[in-house]
T-cell receptor
Framework: NAGVTQTPKFRILKIGQSMTLQCTQD?????MYWYRQDPGMGLKLIYY???????DKGEVPNGYNVSRSTTEDFPLRLELAAPSQTSVYFC?????????????FGAGTRLSVL | GDSVTQMEGPVTLSEEAFLTINCTYT??????LFWYVQYPGEGLQLLLK?????DKGSNKGFEATYRKETTSFHLEKGSVQVSDSAVYFC?????????????FGKGTLLTVNP
C-alpha cells in the first residue's frame, strides 16, 4: 500500500539553486496537488492537476513549475530557490473533486533554503 | 469565498480528558466537511467526514456533527490518549466553482500528557 510517495524527505539548498521534488501515486487518481505548509499557516495550494497533461495554478504558484506527463507522477520544480521557499511541501491525490474530494497525502519534503 | 476558521492552539490536555476543537465555515455552495489529522513527521490523513446537514462523522473515538444552522463542525473525543497528540485540520470542499480544492483551516496542535 504505497499510496502517495514523495522524495526526498529532506533537502538543503543554497540560494539560487534549483531542484525537483518528486511525487508519485499508485492509486490511479486523476487529481493531484502540491501544497506548502508554513508554521502556523495551514496549507497553501501551489499547483494542481486534473489529469495527465493538464495543470493549473493554485494560490501561491510563483517560483514553482509543474508537469504531469503521466497519471502517476507530478513533480514540482523550484527554479532559483529563495529563503521564502523554506517550507514543508506535501503532494496529494484524489479520485474525485468537489464534495467527494478526499485527498491522500504523502509524508512531505522538508526544504531549507540558506 | 470559502473559508474555515478553527480554534487557535495549542491545546494541552491530560490523558482521559474531554476534547473539543471548534470549527466554523463559510461556503459558496453546499460543502462536504472533513477533519484531517497530521501526526508528527507525517502527512495529513483523513480522520472523518460528513457530507450533509446533521450527519455525524466518526472514527477512532472522534466525532463531529455537521450543523448547517450554525455552520459548524466541531471535533470531539470523550477521552483522549497520548497517541492523539497531533495537529488537527478542519476542511471543506464544494461542487461548482473552485471544486478542485480543499479549503483548510490553519490547524490546531493538540498535546496530550500522560
Amino acid at each position: 500500500n504505497a499510496g502517495v510517495t514523495q522524495t526526498p524527505k529532506f533537502r538543503i539548498l543554497k540560494i539560487g539553486q534549483s531542484m525537483t521534488l518528486q511525487c508519485t501515486q499508485d492509486m490511479n487518481h486523476n487529481y493531484m496537488y502540491w501544497y506548502r505548509q508554513d508554521p502556523g499557516m495551514g496549507l497553501k495550494l501551489i499547483y494542481y492537476s486534473v489529469g495527465a497533461g493538464i495543470t493549473d495554478k493554485g494560490e501561491v504558484p510563483n517560483g514553482y513549475n509543474v508537469s504531469r506527463s503521466t497519471t502517476e507522477d507530478f513533480p514540482l520544480r523550484l527554479e532559483l530557490a529563495a529563503p521564502s521557499q523554506t517550507s514543508v511541501y506535501f503532494c496529494a491525490s484524489s479520485a474525485d473533486r468537489g464534495r467527494r474530494n478526499i485527498q491522500y497525502f504523502g509524508a512531505g519534503t522538508r526544504l531549507s533554503v540558506l | 469565498g470559502d473559508s474555515v476558521t478553527q480554534m487557535e492552539g495549542p491545546v494541552t490536555l491530560s490523558e482521559e480528558a474531554f476534547l473539543t476543537i471548534n470549527c466554523t465555515y463559510t461556503a459558496t455552495g453546499y460543502p462536504s466537511l472533513f477533519w484531517y489529522v497530521q501526526y508528527p513527521g507525517e502527512g495529513l490523513q483523513l480522520l472523518l467526514k460528513a457530507t450533509k446537514a446533521d450527519d455525524k462523522g466518526s472514527n477512532k473515538g472522534f466525532e463531529a456533527t455537521y450543523r448547517k444552522e450554525t455552520t459548524s463542525f466541531h471535533l470531539e473525543k470523550g477521552s483522549v490518549q497520548v497517541s492523539d497528540s497531533a495537529v488537527y485540520f478542519c476542511a471543506l470542499s464544494v461542487d461548482g466553482g473552485s471544486n478542485y480544492k480543499l479549503t483548510f483551516g490553519k490547524g490546531t496542535l493538540l498535546t496530550v500528557n500522560p
